[in-house]
């Protein structure tokens, strides 16, 4: 089955630097990825997904990813962080046809002002 | 559109209690799902339900049945709860298989057995 890992538990930016949180994925095919944000007693909400195709995906809320087969990575980014953008992140890999979705344990960003 | 609406929003009970979580998805989604949530260790699964009329185990099953009562609704019942069952519970809703398909989820429901 595939698994998904984020390095990182927590991050600090300032508000209006960039930002990049990790996601390493393990799957033996070409997985599908997403990145869902999770905002404070709320559920977790789409930010963009890959399936195929170019690897620079763009989402919601200004923030891309791109998925690297080499590095079995697939790393969230956003030139320029808002306050409102502090949340909990969550990577996920999924398969077409098991029926299976991985989370990792999930990034929580604080933005400094 | 309400997409995915669990009820209730937060439940306290005691070891041995028994209740139901439910949910229900205006979307006409085809797969629901319920998760569990605890802190450093992501979602994990509990069971999911790919069609009307199918349900199958997950990650972490034991302690937990569902029912899809239709396919709109998908219920979770714990039949004797138990403090390590204390966490945040997700419902979700995939339009087919979610191995693929992005998920849509319910608020939560905070869960704390004592």
């Known amino acids: 089955a595939q698994s998904v890992t984020q390095p990182d538990i927590h991050i600090t930016v300032s508000e209006g630097a960039s930002l990049e949180l990790r996601c390493n994925y393990s799957?033996?095919?070409?997985?599908?990825l997403f990145w869902y944000v999770q905002s404070p007693g709320q559920g977790l909400q789409l930010l963009l997904k890959?399936?195929?195709?170019?690897?620079l995906v763009q989402g919601i809320k200004g923030f891309e990813a791109e998925f690297k087969r080499s590095q079995s990575s697939f790393n969230l980014r956003k030139p320029s962080v808002h306050w409102s953008d502090a949340a909990e992140y969550f990577c996920a890999v999924g398969a077409q046809g098991n029926n299976d979705m991985r989370f990792g344990a999930g990034t929580r960003l604080t933005v400094k002002p | 559109n309400a997409g995915v609406t669990q009820t209730p929003k937060f439940q306290v009970l005691k070891t041995g209690q028994s209740m139901t979580l439910q949910c229900a998805q205006d979307?006409?989604?085809?797969?629901m799902y319920w998760y569990r949530q605890d802190p450093g260790m992501g979602l994990r699964l509990i069971y999911y339900?790919?069609?009307?009329?199918?349900?199958d185990k997950g990650e972490v099953p034991n302690g937990y049945n569902v029912s899809r009562l239709n396919k709109r609704e998908f219920s979770l019942r714990l039949e004797s709860a138990a403090p390590s069952q204390t966490s945040v519970y997700f419902c979700?809703?995939?339009?087919?298989?979610?191995?693929?398909?992005?998920?849509?989820f319910g608020n939560g429901t905070r869960l704390t057995v004592t």
């Open positions: 979307m006409n989604h085809n797969s």
């Open positions: 890959y399936f195929s195709g170019d690897t």
């Open positions: 979700a809703s995939s339009e087919w298989d979610r191995g693929q398909s992005p998920l849509h």
């Open positions: 799957y033996g095919a070409t997985p599908y």
């Open positions: 339900s790919a069609s009307e009329g199918t349900t």
